[in-house]
């Protein structure tokens, strides 16, 4: 069968921390038509264990990610088996062997492809869940005067030391499976998987979806369900594709690259985009309080905190929050109408 999407060809890359990734590959998905004066743009990156089919709930579930009036590119990031990663490169960059790469090189091959094979000249709106999102901050940091807005929802400018321990947690889960072998494993270390989806569930929801059995309204009478189902969802994922992925979060820092050398501060405020920041109060790695020191540098930023019990997966577009996502349509509406 044929795949659902494109691919950008992008030769060999000379990645930010100094490695060359040869024949890097951007896979992408495209909705609408750019219009003639290409700036009717919409960029959806994706997001943690997301490709570009997880990023279509929100293109059927929020209006005002319309098609027929935007030009809606989906982009997936590098590590999710889509795009390169370490479970389809070739030798010697294959498996445990594939270079860091890190936002700044995902926004920088981005916008390769935008300009160079869709003929994008301004983005109306980049926006995303979780490192979806932080990829939008890094788009209004890296290419200030070509975006108008960004949405990140559940996300951060700079993955906090807090959230750096927690990948620390699940990463420590997935390599302690002695099938593990150091990524070089013959078949896939499926304790590790199952116990890096276990521990990892602990941290999306909130205390209180579980104090109050809220996994019930997923159809998981016991929350013991709950965690059975994370575990076989991660069966399905390449053990160094997470990891790959899970070393570009460690890494995420909108100041972290030449043009800023290091001061956030001043990345934030170069930030010109319309930007609306949507937390979930709950969330246990991108709490408010984060988002709350961010939006105070940035000129034309506002703090929006959704409340929920749902934490971290208030955002997921397939666990069907219909109040969150018509919180987020009038956002993007918001900004969109400006």
Known sequence: MAPDYDVFELGPVTLQHGATLPDARLAYKTYGALNEAGDNAIVMPTFYTGTHIRNEGYLWAVPALNSARYFIVS?????????????????????PRFPTVTLFDNIACQHRLLTEALGVKRIALVLGWSMAGCQAYQWGAQYPHMVDAILPFCASARTSPHNKVFLEGVKAALIADGAFAGGDYTAPPEAGLRAFGRVYAGWAYS???????????????????????WERDHLDWDANDLLAKLRTWQLGDIAANERYRGDFKAALGAIRARAILV??????????????????????????????????CVAS???KNSGFLRFLDACISELLAK
């Open 75 to 95: 982009i997936d990031m590098f590590g999710n088996g889509l795009s390169s990663s370490p479970s389809n490169t070739a030798p010697p960059f294959d498996g």
């Open 207 to 229: 205390q209180t979806f579980y104090r109050e059995r809220l996994h019930r309204d997923l159809g998981f009478e016991t929350w013991e369900e709950l965690l059975l189902d």
């Open 279 to 312: 937390p979930c109060t709950t969330d246990l790695y991108f709490p408010p309080a984060d988002n709350a020191i961010e939006v105070g540098h940035m000129p034309n930023a506002s703090l929006r905190p959704y409340e929920s019990a749902w934490g971290h």
């Open 317 to 319: 577009s397939s666990r």
